[in-house]
């Protein structure tokens, strides 16, 4: 484990240990988030402790055309009870996002006040993209309220998820849904989901080495 500096680099990601932890300290500035994702690696650590930085292998990817849509899932596309968008709302996205384990009483969320604000500046700059899913209570459909969504950084062919939440059965992913769908037609090789899980694993998601994720890297724009 490397203890970074005031210098904008990283260690390789082959001397990140067996959990994936590579380095810490550093800062999270939008020049080093920006350079860590475009190496594989990504923040994660909790209010209080230091910043980690992880490059885990094997890496859980998806693949846009290997997406898995259950027979559940395209009945609720089919009713079309959610309007879904984009870009329109991340800061309630990442809100959420770090208020929903809470509520779910999962301890104490990972997204501390300094990375919330650190993805709000990525977003701002165009590189932290969200997508929202919102539920509509009369039909005219002006009283909405977003029920959930997910956020993460677009590297222009990799989209690196960061994030989702859910106030209502399936809305997250819905969300991830429609963004792979999106992000195929629009040509992305793959999406990062980080580490394994088997909600991602049950839409279609998978593990690769770390070698070969990061040979997908080397195709961003």
Not at 213 to 221: A, G, K, S
Request: charged residues 20%.
């Amino acid at each position: 484990m490397f203890l970074l500096s005031e210098d904008l680099n990283f260690p390789s990601v082959q001397k990140a240990n067996d959990d994936g932890l590579l380095a810490v300290g550093g800062d999270l500035s939008t020049e080093r988030l920006l350079l860590a994702y475009k190496k594989g690696i990504f923040p994660w650590y909790n209010q209080g402790e230091p910043i980690m930085w992880y490059s885990p292998n094997p890496r859980m990817v998806l693949f846009p055309h290997q997406l898995k849509i259950s027979k559940s899932m395209k009945q609720v596309i089919q009713k079309n009870k959610f309007t879904v968008t984009y870009n329109q709302d991340f800061e309630g996205v990442i809100s959420n996002c770090r208020n929903i384990f809470r509520v779910a009483d999962q301890g104490k969320t990972w997204i501390t006040d300094e990375m919330e604000q650190a993805y709000i500046n990525l977003h701002k700059k165009g590189i932290a993209k969200s997508v929202e899913v919102w539920q509509h209570f009369d039909s005219a459909q002006y009283d909405k309220e977003l029920v959930g969504g997910l956020y993460g950084v677009d590297l222009g062919t990799v989209f690196c998820g960061e994030s989702m939440f859910s106030k209502v059965s399936n809305a997250s992913k819905l969300a991830f849904i429609k963004l792979t769908q999106k992000l195929e037609k629009e040509n992305y090789k793959l999406i990062d989901c980080q580490v394994y899980n088997n909600h991602l694993a049950s839409l279609g998601a998978t593990e690769i080495s770390r070698d070969v994720f990061l040979t997908y890297l080397n195709l961003v724009r």
